[in-house]
C-alpha cells in the first residue's frame, strides 16, 4: 500500500510559479522502494475529466509532458526522500485546477502516461492562477 500527499499549490499570478511535492509513503516503504513505482502528475477541473500534465520514471531517467505544459513544466523526483516535484513556471489562468499526484509499479524505465494504468493517488492539491 502507499500513500501520497501533494503539498505546494495555492494562488499565484499569471506568469509566476509554484512548486509542488508528492510525499510517497507506505508501512513497506523506503528510499530503495521509491524507484519501483513510476510517477505522474495529473489536473482536473470541475465538470472535466483528469488530464495527464507530466510523468517520470522510477530512475528519473525518462519524463513525458503534456504538450500544453512542455517547455514551463518540469517533473523531477528524489527517491532518497521518497518524493516527487513538479516545478511549473510560466502559469496560465487556464492552469487551474486540482493537481494530484499518481504512482504504479512499473519497470525501472517505464513512463506511464495513462490515468487508468495508476494504481496510488494522492487527495490533490489546488492551484489557482490569476489573470
Known amino acids: 500500500q502507499v500513500q501520497l500527499v501533494e503539498s505546494g499549490g495555492g494562488l499565484v499570478q499569471a506568469g509566476g510559479s509554484l512548486r509542488l511535492s508528492c510525499a510517497a509513503s507506505g508501512r513497506t516503504f523506503s528510499s530503495y522502494a521509491m524507484g519501483w513505482y513510476a510517477m505522474g502528475w495529473f489536473r482536473q477541473t470541475p465538470g472535466k475529466e483528469r488530464e495527464f500534465v507530466a510523468a517520470i520514471s522510477g530512475s528519473g531517467g525518462g519524463t513525458n509532458y503534456a504538450d500544453s505544459v512542455k517547455g514551463r513544466f518540469t517533473i523531477s523526483r528524489d527517491n532518497a526522500k521518497n518524493t516527487v516535484y513538479l516545478q511549473m513556471n510560466s502559469l496560465k489562468p487556464e492552469d487551474t485546477a486540482v493537481y494530484y499526484c499518481?504512482?504504479?509499479?512499473?519497470?525501472?524505465?517505464?513512463?506511464?502516461?495513462?490515468?487508468?494504468?495508476?494504481?496510488?493517488w494522492g487527495q490533490g492539491t489546488q492551484v489557482t492562477v490569476s489573470s
Open positions: 499518481a504512482a504504479d509499479r512499473a519497470p525501472w524505465d517505464t513512463i506511464v502516461v495513462g490515468t487508468s494504468e495508476y494504481d496510488y
